[in-house]
């Protein structure tokens, strides 16, 4: 089941994808054997925002990717491309993917994502009722909040501030957040 929010000029997807059972245990058992490799981008209070592998070493994370480039083909009519290193000429030299691992009592403070490119997402691989909500934000307006669930997709503009409530239960919430590019790529120094 899908739900498309109009929010703050833009739109936003929350899908629960099907059939998912056979990489996700693929995607933890990948993340969990090479999560000490993970190269961190910035601290915020005590935690890692950020932890990037590279997709030889978590290549099941091609598979709710792929999906997202997909689904937002068909939902929002936006044409992307998935990439899988950083793009060539971007201040971030990190690949356009990344994981978030938030233990009981951490969060996310509010942001938005690459300017260069053309769909958000995260997927959630671990998540616990009370794990925190995603919230998108727009002044004057009450915060629009969804509920992780194991399996679900969440896509979106971009320029869109959001954030993620803290971790109110007893374990750790693990998801995946990438962005989409537009093709042609937005490449400068070529």
């Not at 936006?78 to 000429?89: D, N, P, Q, T």
């Not at 053309?118 to 002044?139: D, M, P, T």
Request: hydrophobic letters at 40%; proline letters at 6%.
């Amino acid at each position: 089941m899908e739900k498309v929010y109009s929010w703050s000029g833009g739109k936003i997807i929350e899908i629960t994808l099907n059939d998912y059972d056979n990489w996700l245990v693929s995607l933890r058992k990948e993340f969990s054997i090479n999560f000490l490799k993970a190269k961190k981008s910035h601290k915020i209070g005590s935690r890692w925002e950020n932890l990037y592998l590279d997709i030889e070493e978590i290549p099941s994370a091609r598979n709710p990717i792929r999906l997202a480039r997909d689904i937002a083909r068909e939902l929002l009519d936006i044409s992307s491309v998935i990439l899988y290193e950083a793009l060539e000429g971007a201040e971030n030299q990190n690949p356009p993917f990344w994981f978030n691992l938030a233990k009981p009592g951490e969060s996310t403070g509010l942001h938005d994502h690459a300017s260069l490119s053309k769909v958000s997402g995260v997927f959630y691989i671990s998540c616990e009722s009370n794990s925190g909500n995603l919230y998108f934000r727009k002044e004057g307006e009450v915060d629009l909040e969804i509920m992780p669930q194991v399996g679900k997709l969440v896509l979106f503009e971009p320029w869109m501030p959001h954030g993620v409530r803290k971790n109110s239960s007893d374990r750790e919430r693990l998801s995946l957040a990438f962005n989409l590019f537009p093709f042609p790529l937005p490449i400068t120094n070529l």
